[in-house]
């Protein structure tokens, strides 16, 4: 796509509940990344995928987070039994080569979680 | 351990001023530097990099930065500021070599006043 997409755009869970978080990253873009929000604060990196490599899972806060990818392609960010401090919003980026090369990488509109 | 510091939580500048936005890094070996912007309710934009070469690079929207190895700093400038210019500032960094994800810094709210 033109863009990479993030879906939904807003989620509001109740505490204890699993959500499921899409990122659809520019077609031919190897390179994935999540990251979080929180209100007021900077980015925080959770997960990154490269190719078919094992994704580099450092930045995941609890077992509660995991994340896929299809090949090069559709990401799925999974938060098991949500808590209220995973509140935030959650960023997806992509970029044409590995660590973002000279172009950066190219970011969604996020997805706004709310636990309530 | 890579790390990005912006020391300002805010930045006012009256429009038609020049502004500064600062930025401080620290890595090991040679630094990938960016500086990124978020508009309300929008994802993260690209503005401008620097990776090796000239150390004043420009980018978009007429900003600026200027890399220095002595101080690991990274500012973001624009000579005049725009109303438009308001909004949040991301400096961001990498090694250069490796494969390691960007890490960015808090963030500087910047508010252009008219």
């Known amino acids: 796509g033109a863009g990479v997409s993030q879906s939904p755009s807003n989620k509001v869970t109740e505490k204890g509940k699993d959500v499921e978080l899409r990122c659809d990253p520019i077609s031919g873009h190897t390179a994935l990344y999540w990251y979080r929000q929180r209100l007021g604060q900077g980015l925080e990196f959770l997960i990154y995928f490269q190719g078919n490599s094992a994704p580099d899972k450092s930045g995941l806060p609890s077992d509660r987070f995991s994340a896929e990818r299809t090949g090069e392609s559709v990401s799925t960010l999974t938060i098991q039994r949500t808590q209220q401090e995973d509140s935030a919003v959650y960023l997806c980026?992509?970029?044409?080569?590995?660590?973002?090369?000279?172009?950066?990488?190219?970011f969604g509109s996020g997805t706004r979680l709310t636990v309530v | 351990a890579q790390s990005v510091a912006q020391p300002e939580d805010q930045v006012n500048v009256a429009e038609g001023n020049p502004l500064t936005v600062k930025c401080t890094y620290s890595v090991s070996g040679n630094p990938y530097l960016f500086w990124y912007v978020q508009y309300p309710n929008r994802g993260l934009q690209f503005l401008l990099k620097?990776?090796?070469?000239?150390?004043l690079v420009k980018g978009s929207y007429g900003f600026e930065a200027e890399f220095n190895k002595s101080q690991t700093s990274f500012h973001l400038k624009k000579p005049s500021a725009l109303v438009s210019d308001s909004a949040l500032y991301f400096c961001?960094?990498?090694?250069?070599?490796?494969?390691?994800?960007?890490?960015f810094g808090k963030g500087t709210r910047l508010s252009v006043i008219a």
């Open positions: 961001a960094v990498r090694a250069y070599s490796g494969n390691t994800p960007l890490v």
């Open positions: 620097y990776i090796t070469g000239d150390n």
């Open positions: 980026a992509s970029s044409l080569t590995p660590g973002g090369g000279n172009y950066g990488y190219t």
